[in-house]
């Protein structure tokens, strides 16, 4: 199993930043974007579980796009009106089943990580 996460990069406040992770190896159930900024705690940014619509964090509602293509192999996350707190290590994640998508211990495979940073 592997997941590679890429696109990451600098921004402007209210600009914007597209990853990309490519999934292979298994077909999961869910699937999240998880970021983590120094010294705080890994925060889901959103997730996908059994084909469902993207579940969004607060933070994050009307400015990113999640989805899945490629025959659902890879993951995009479209990130517009970027703000310096979105800044951080966005990692993709994957298992086969979740309680609660948001929470980092419920997923087995990660991502290397690709940081973002907004200024």
């Known amino acids: 199993v592997q997941l590679v996460e890429s696109g990451g990069g600098s921004a402007l406040a209210g600009g914007s930043v597209r990853l990309s992770c490519a999934a292979s190896?298994?077909?999961?159930?869910?699937y999240s974007w998880f970021r983590q900024a120094p010294g705080k705690e890994r925060e889901g940014v959103v997730g996908f579980y059994d084909r469902t619509s993207p579940i969004y964090a607060e933070s994050v509602k009307g400015r990113f796009s999640a989805s899945r293509v490629s025959a659902e192999t890879t993951l995009i996350l479209q990130m517009n009106n970027l703000k310096p707190e979105d800044s951080g290590m966005y990692y993709c994640?994957?298992?086969?089943?979740?309680?609660?998508?948001?929470?980092?211990?419920?997923?087995?495979?990660w991502g290397q990580g690709t940081q973002v940073t907004v200024s």
């Open positions: 994640a994957a298992a086969w089943s979740v309680d609660d998508w948001a929470r980092p211990n419920e997923y087995s495979y």
């Open positions: 190896g298994y077909t999961f159930n869910a």
